[in-house]
């Protein structure tokens, strides 16, 4: 089994930044990638950032480029989003997934991000 754990959420004006953390434990061995989802009311879940574990690499929603960013540290089996330039339209609860090489995913608790003067 895995733990995914998210922290790092809050309420920030438009234009503020935060960083999300999320952290996967127990038997993370066999890591893919981890990514970041998110989900606004009324609206579908929709992937925010995703990075794939052994390369590094990166896939964005086209809402977030450029202000957004996923970082990973394999070590701790880690990763953290780093949103900067925040709109109200990033308010969502914020969910990290973890992924395996045998297609399972877990899914931490949630964590929510509100933007608003």
């Known amino acids: 089994q895995v733990q995914v754990v998210e922290s790092g959420g809050g309420a920030v004006q438009p234009g503020g930044s935060l960083r999300l953390s999320c952290a996967a434990s127990?038997?993370?061995?066999?890591?893919?990638?981890m990514g970041w989802f998110r989900q606004a009311p009324g609206k579908d879940r929709e992937l925010v950032a995703l990075?794939?574990?052994?390369?590094?690499?990166?896939d964005y929603a086209e809402s977030v480029k450029g202000r957004f960013t996923i970082s990973r540290e394999k070590v701790k089996t880690t990763v953290y989003l780093q949103m900067n330039s925040l709109k109200p339209e990033d308010t969502a609860v914020y969910s990290c997934?973890?992924?395996?090489?045998?297609?399972?995913?877990?899914w931490g608790q949630g964590t929510q991000v509100t933007v608003s003067s």
């Open positions: 127990g038997r993370t061995f066999g890591t893919i990638a």
């Open positions: 997934r973890y992924s395996t090489h045998a297609g399972a995913h877990y």
């Open positions: 990075i794939r574990w052994s390369g590094g690499n990166t």
